[in-house]
């Protein structure tokens, strides 16, 4: 079966960097892209970023342009996002998805950033 | 980057009684080439993960009730639960994916 298994909750003072990464099994890892989209604590789904990972092409949201950093491997089947200049606006949880050529259909479990001084 | 917004932002509704989503789009994601609304509907349950329930703004996932149903071309689409059941409780969202994504605010939908 289909599984996103992501990297273990990280807390992060202001300024720094984060790195999650989201490893894939029971597909071919080539054949989806790989989605990142965050929540915040009782907010709205929003979409970060996507990669493909056959090709290593990608497209962000114009909201995280300069900060946001998607990458694949595809030895690994593993999927990474480093969002750097972190600040408290970005605790959240952040989620790795999957799509099958359109809509997103699996999801990975969440990886909870908190930042704080 | 296209928005998506939604309305009402919460809505509260008796056992077995229908209730309509409304998603609208700032562009149309009608594609000519191929005719299709590159459209999806979301239904995400407290502390877990969203969950696929229609996509091509119509075509309902495999698996899912058929009481939900989604319709509209365009900028301007719905989604309704025809007969609410308790197990409807979530809030859902609308996204349009096509070389980029973005969800709506998302609507809660309650019991009256």
């Known amino acids: 079966q289909v599984q996103l298994v992501q990297s273990g909750a990280e807390v992060k003072k202001p300024g720094a960097s984060v790195k999650v990464s989201c490893k894939a099994s029971?597909?071919?890892?080539?054949?989806?892209?790989i989605h990142w989209v965050r929540q915040a604590p009782g907010q709205r789904l929003e979409w970060m970023a996507w990669?493909?990972?056959?090709?290593?092409?990608?497209k962000y949201s114009q909201k995280f342009q300069g900060r946001l950093t998607i990458t694949s491997d595809t030895s690994a089947s593993t999927g990474y996002m480093e969002l750097s200049s972190l600040t408290s606006e970005d605790t959240a949880v952040y989620y790795c998805?999957?799509?099958?050529?359109?809509?997103?259909?699996?999801w990975g479990q969440g990886t909870l950033v908190t930042v704080s001084s | 980057d296209i928005v998506m917004t939604q309305s009402p932002d919460s809505l509260a509704v008796s056992l077995g009684e229908r209730a309509t989503i409304n998603c609208k789009s700032s562009?149309?994601?009608?594609?000519?080439?191929?005719?299709?609304?590159?459209l999806a509907w979301y239904q995400q349950k407290p502390g877990q993960t969203p969950k696929l329930l229609i996509y091509w703004a119509s075509t309902r996932e495999s698996g899912v009730p058929d009481r939900f149903s989604g319709s509209g071309s365009g900028t301007d689409f719905t989604l309704t639960i025809s007969s609410l059941q308790a197990e409807d409780v979530a809030v859902y969202y609308c996204q349009h994916y096509d070389s980029t994504r973005a969800f709506g605010q998302g609507t809660k939908v309650e019991i009256k």
């Open positions: 998805a999957k799509d099958r050529g359109g809509p997103i259909d699996y």
């Open positions: 562009r149309s994601v009608l594609y000519s080439s191929n005719n299709k609304n590159y």
């Open positions: 029971g597909y071919t890892f080539i054949n989806s892209a």
């Open positions: 990669i493909n990972p056959a090709y290593g092409n990608t």
